[in-house]
């Protein structure tokens, strides 16, 4: 165990950074505190009231987790009975005695998870919580970027970009960003502190505007207005989201700032109808969100732009909606995976459907029923062709235009073109689909041949066969009659 500058509590673990608590003033209505309070126990604030014989006391506001007001005087020897432990795997334990189960309860742990492992999941990939508890890999490339080839954790950008027309930000919110910012900047706005960070590029990879810093009037010395706007210059470690630690109450330390990540549009709407990600996930083509995006068929999304909490609107037996968090997409394999309860499925006690039970009709369909109560995989099928109403709308799917369709006007691929809807384009026969197909003609024809040439000589074979049989025949016709 051992602190630094910015991050006062931190575990080194093989010479490498294990785990690290940037909080300089924990707050004393968490259990952090009252660890906080055993690590710097060279604190003395005594109350100076030995004359009436009471035991000396400290300041906390913290009991065992018990919240109390934020000083409370509690007596040294409330802590005879507890423990802060570095285990040799490099996990600090704090905790008390049992008196009914005789044994030592551990209270609080750091690491109390992978994701509060320094950078588990590498640089650019957020780890979340919720994913754990769902028993789901934790890590996932934040929208625009990519894992990086070769089973490093991490993941990479898709592109760069430092154009004003081609760059965009993602607007990440209740997401953790290790902590303190890499510069700090006064700016008078939001807009100012963005175009600080263009300026930046490509060194500035994500910014972040504190409103509150920039109207602060703090003294010269500490002015806060003078950082009113973060910039991360780094590759962005540590990323945490669905955290659920012991200090969120804490303004303090609750360090999830809305932050903006540096991407280029093109890596985050790939087709002219796929709508912006929300939160942390990809909301890929055709899922909808809205009816200015994806398709129409698809509209069973909804993203919370002040939570970045994507959501699968569906339907119970009864005609209610419900709205069921979407815990992570994966577009390559067209499918999500939603956090439920089990009363909203039928997977409890294995019970009949009732009314309120969620229903999922095309183009969705249940990958896994029951297989986790917790949560369900969907699955969504193909899509058709793009919707349109003019011609422009069909600009950027190539090779097509706004015909009328069955159901209404799409974008038809033109000649000698098809729709794929798993490449989500117009695509022309390949060379190797016309080799497959100049192989099954030529195997045709070859089999054909074949079974040609056996006929011919099982009819060859047969009539030699025949023949020696006449042939004896006539022989001893004649030699009977020479006798």
Request: glycine share 6%; charged share 20%; aromatic share 10%.
């Given at each position: 165990?051992?602190?630094?500058?910015?991050?006062?509590?931190?575990?080194?673990?093989?010479?490498?950074?294990?785990?690290?608590?940037?909080?300089?003033?924990?707050?004393?209505?968490?259990?952090?505190?009252?660890?906080?309070?055993?690590?710097?126990?060279?604190?003395?604030?005594?109350?100076?009231?030995?004359?009436?014989?009471?035991?000396?006391?400290?300041?906390?506001?913290?009991?065992?987790?018990?919240?109390?007001?934020?000083?409370?005087?509690?007596?040294?020897?409330?802590?005879?009975?507890?423990?802060?432990?570095?285990?040799?795997?490099?996990?600090?334990?704090?905790?008390?005695?049992?008196?009914?189960?005789?044994?030592?309860?551990?209270?609080?742990?750091?690491?109390?998870?992978?994701?509060?492992?320094?950078?588990?999941?590498?640089?650019?990939?957020?780890?979340?919580?919720?994913?754990?508890?769902?028993?789901?890999?934790?890590?996932?490339?934040?929208?625009?970027?990519?894992?990086?080839?070769?089973?490093?954790?991490?993941c990479t950008r898709n592109s760069w970009s430092c154009?004003?027309?081609?760059?965009?930000?993602?607007?990440?919110?209740?997401?953790?960003?290790?902590?303190?910012?890499?510069?700090?900047?006064?700016?008078?706005?939001?807009?100012?502190?963005?175009?600080?960070c263009l300026n930046k590029c490509p060194e500035c990879?994500?910014?972040?505007?504190?409103?509150?810093?920039?109207?602060?009037?703090?003294?010269?010395?500490?002015?806060?207005?003078?950082?009113?706007?973060?910039?991360?210059?780094?590759e962005l470690v540590t990323l945490q989201e669905g955290?659920?630690?012991?200090?969120?109450?804490?303004?303090?330390?609750?360090?999830?700032?809305?932050?903006?990540?540096?991407?280029?549009?093109?890596?985050?709407?790939?087709?002219?109808?796929?709508?912006?990600?929300?939160?942390?996930?990809?909301?890929?083509?055709?899922?909808?969100?809205?009816?200015?995006?994806?398709?129409?068929?698809?509209?069973?999304?909804?993203?919370?732009?002040?939570?970045?909490?994507?959501?699968?609107?569906?339907?119970?037996?009864?005609?209610?909606?419900?709205?069921?968090?979407?815990?992570?997409?994966?577009?390559?394999?067209?499918?999500?995976?939603?956090?439920?309860?089990?009363?909203?499925?039928?997977?409890?006690?294995?019970?009949?459907?009732?009314?309120?039970?969620?229903?999922?009709?095309?183009?969705?369909?249940?990958?896994?029923?029951?297989?986790?109560?917790?949560?369900?995989?969907?699955?969504?099928?193909?899509?058709?062709?793009?919707?349109?109403?003019?011609?422009?709308?069909?600009?950027?799917?190539?090779?097509?235009?706004?015909?009328?369709?069955?159901?209404?006007?799409?974008?038809?691929?033109?000649?000698?073109?098809?729709?794929?809807?798993?490449?989500?384009?117009?695509?022309?026969?390949?060379?190797?689909?016309?080799?497959?197909?100049?192989?099954?003609?030529?195997?045709?024809?070859?089999?054909?041949?074949?079974?040609?040439?056996?006929?011919?000589?099982?009819?060859?074979?047969?009539?030699?066969?025949?023949?020696?049989?006449?042939?004896?025949?006539?022989?001893?016709?004649?030699?009977?009659?020479?006798?």
């Amino acid at each position: 165990m051992a602190s630094d500058g910015d991050n006062p509590y931190v575990i080194w673990k093989n010479n490498q950074l294990y785990w690290e608590r940037g909080i300089k003033n924990p707050s004393p209505g968490s259990m952090f505190g009252t660890v906080v309070f055993l690590l710097n126990k060279t604190s003395t604030d005594e109350d100076p009231s030995s004359a009436t014989n009471t035991p000396p006391y400290k300041n906390i506001g913290n009991r065992f987790g018990k919240k109390q007001s934020p000083i409370t005087r509690v007596p040294v020897d409330e802590f005879n009975k507890t423990r802060l432990v570095m285990k040799c795997n490099g996990e600090l334990q704090f905790l008390t005695w049992d008196g009914i189960q005789q044994d030592w309860i551990v209270r609080w742990k750091a690491p109390d998870s992978s994701c509060d492992k320094y950078n588990f999941c590498g640089n650019f990939a957020s780890c979340d919580y919720n994913l754990i508890n769902l028993n789901i890999k934790e890590c996932k490339c934040l929208p625009g970027f990519s894992s990086v080839i070769g089973g490093v954790r991490g993941c990479t950008r898709n592109s760069w970009s430092c154009s004003g027309d081609t760059t965009a930000f993602l607007n990440l919110v209740k997401v953790k960003a290790r902590e303190p910012p890499d510069e700090q900047h006064p700016a008078a706005s939001e807009t100012e502190c963005k175009q600080i960070c263009l300026n930046k590029c490509p060194e500035c990879q994500a910014y972040s505007y504190d409103a509150k810093a920039a109207t602060s009037e703090s003294g010269d010395d500490n002015d806060s207005a003078q950082k009113s706007c973060r910039i991360w210059t780094e590759e962005l470690v540590t990323l945490q989201e669905g955290f659920h630690g012991d200090d969120t109450d804490n303004n303090e330390d609750n360090d999830a700032h809305s932050f903006y990540v540096r991407v280029d549009i093109s890596d985050i709407e790939p087709t002219p109808r796929t709508c912006e990600p929300c939160g942390t996930n990809m909301v890929p083509y055709p899922l909808s969100t809205s009816s200015n995006c994806g398709d129409p068929m698809y509209f069973n999304f909804s993203c919370n732009p002040s939570t970045g909490q994507l959501s699968f609107i569906s339907r119970t037996s009864n005609s209610n909606a419900t709205y069921q968090k979407v815990a992570i997409v994966y577009s390559e394999s067209r499918k999500f995976v939603m956090q439920v309860h089990p009363s909203n499925t039928h997977c409890e006690d294995e019970r009949p459907e009732s009314d309120e039970t969620m229903q999922i009709h095309s183009p969705f369909s249940v990958a896994y029923d029951c297989f986790d109560k917790a949560k369900v995989e969907v699955t969504w099928e193909p899509p058709h062709e793009p919707v349109c109403s003019e011609p422009k709308d069909c600009v950027g799917w190539n090779h097509s235009s706004c015909k009328v369709a069955s159901g209404g006007k799409r974008c038809l691929c033109d000649k000698n073109y098809h729709w794929d809807g798993i490449a989500l384009a117009c695509t022309i026969a390949d060379e190797g689909k016309s080799k497959s197909q100049i192989s099954l003609i030529l195997g045709i024809t070859l089999g054909s041949l074949i079974i040609l040439a056996c006929a011919i000589t099982f009819a060859y074979l047969w009539r030699r066969k025949i023949t020696p049989k006449i042939g004896t025949f006539v022989y001893i016709y004649i030699y009977t009659l020479e006798f």
